[in-house]
């Protein structure tokens, strides 16, 4: 009996305190005495370790957690993760005091990286990738959103996508990728933004939706990138390759991106520092997820903060997300960005937690398979050498994570 458990992959973690996010719970749905139970792969009971159903259990292969935390593994649901190069030379102009913008219409900004990222072939990318998906995987990330958006023609984009599903394949990690062609305008298109959207909606995400390379499509909906009316077209395109979408909206102006975003029923409209109260009913009825990402305000030192206490209001749901990008936000650390979101935006802790798990799940359509401790989902978890949750948003620049589990290994 025994043996066929541990045959069968069932295994036990005992003695936690698990800070579950179930749907519905209170708070960070905390159990004091708790155990997580797993069998292939997947959670078949986290709960009070009293009421576990013990007989069934008989057997399985068995972790002592000694009083520590279990948290749902954490989800970084927006990073720029595969680029190459750096563009610390851009940080260096802004801190003599060009802006963003004026270093992005200068020529520098995303398109620099564009160049970088066609120079490297698919493997040097996915070698100059791996150092920062390892930090994130260093503290209990289980899964991370990838975004295309540097390569900016057919070629580049797939290569960009590939690169992120092969992160999914070298690494223990759930990878989700997102095509955002609709990012920047490349230098041959020569200023001309409806050519390119034609380009993107024509040919780019046929493609690569084809070839099965994207779970999603995003742009860039912004006054030094594409209008609203650019938007819809490469969302009806989507939406025809039945593709999810999200928006990279009310970033450095409110175009209302969030309304777009709402209307095309997207998985998660992100930024949204302008963004205003209609955009955020729009949002609430829409189910779209407010993707907040402090990481590149605070780098871009952006002074207009997202309207939080609206989110709130209107019961929009808050995801947190390091926006991991080598111009505004070169940032491999979801646990300090939770510290930056209730420093820098007033979250609360509860809210930050729930943020890089279960929202962050809902902002990337995994919810049914990820982002809370609940029997049917995967075994993601991280575990925590900590007394109180508090502490995972309360540390700058501090790991304690124990133990990371992804599907149950
Ligand atoms: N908004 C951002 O903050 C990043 N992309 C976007 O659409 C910036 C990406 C970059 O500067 O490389
Ligand atoms: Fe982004």
Not at 101 to 113: H, N, P, W
Not at 305 to 329: C, Q, W, Y
Not at 390 to 405: C, D, K, Q, S, T
Request: net charge negative.
């Amino acid at each position: 009996m025994g043996g066929e458990n541990r045959k069968s992959g069932l295994r036990l973690w005992r003695n936690a305190r698990l800070a579950t996010l179930a749907q519905g719970a209170p708070g960070l749905g905390i159990v004091e005495k708790g155990a997580i139970a797993v069998r292939d792969g997947l959670i078949i009971y986290a709960g009070a370790e009293a009421d576990m159903p013990a007989a069934a259990l008989h057997g399985a292969e068995t972790v002592d957690c000694e009083g520590r935390w279990i948290t749902p593994g954490l989800i970084d649901c927006h990073t720029h993760l595969v680029y190459a190069g750096n563009r610390a030379n851009e940080f260096e102009m802004r801190l003599a005091g060009a802006t963003y913008e004026e270093v992005a219409r200068a020529g520098g900004g995303i398109v620099s990286s564009v160049k970088s990222l066609r120079a490297a072939s698919e493997s040097e990318l996915v070698a100059q990738t791996l150092p920062r998906l390892d930090a994130l995987i260093a503290e209990g990330v289980t899964s991370v959103e990838v975004k295309s958006g540097y390569g900016l023609d057919l070629e580049n984009e797939k290569k960009s996508l590939r690169a992120a599903r092969r992160l999914g394949e070298e690494r223990p990690v759930t990878i989700r990728t997102t095509c955002l062609a609709a990012h920047a305008l490349p230098p041959e298109a020569k200023g001309d933004k409806d050519a390119f959207i034609d380009l993107v909606a024509e040919t780019i995400l046929p493609a690569v939706a084809a070839q099965g390379l994207a779970d999603a499509v995003d742009g860039f909906c912004e006054g030094i990138a594409f209008s609203p009316e650019q938007m819809a077209r490469v969302f009806d395109k989507a939406k025809a390759l039945g593709l999810p979408v999200k928006l990279h909206a009310d970033q450095l102006s409110n175009l209302h991106g969030a309304e777009l975003a709402a209307r095309y029923g997207a998985l998660s409209a992100d930024h949204l520092e302008y963004t205003d109260e209609a955009g955020a009913e729009a949002m609430a009825r829409a189910g779209t997820v407010a993707g907040i990402l402090p990481g590149a305000f605070y780098f871009i030192r952006e002074t207009k903060k997202p309207p939080i206490e609206l989110f709130r209001h209107h019961g929009v749901k808050m995801a947190v997300a390091t926006d991991s990008n080598p111009g505004t936000s070169p940032l491999t650390s979801l646990l300090l960005t939770m510290n930056m979101a209730a420093t820098l935006f007033g979250m609360t802790v509860d809210e930050c937690l729930a943020g890089v798990t279960r929202e962050a799940a809902r902002a990337l359509g995994l919810l049914d398979k990820a982002g809370t401790l609940e029997a049917g989902k995967s075994a993601d978890l991280a575990i925590w050498d900590i007394e109180r949750p508090a502490e995972l948003v309360y540390r700058m620049g501090f790991n304690p994570l124990h133990a990371r589990i992804w599907r149950g290994q």
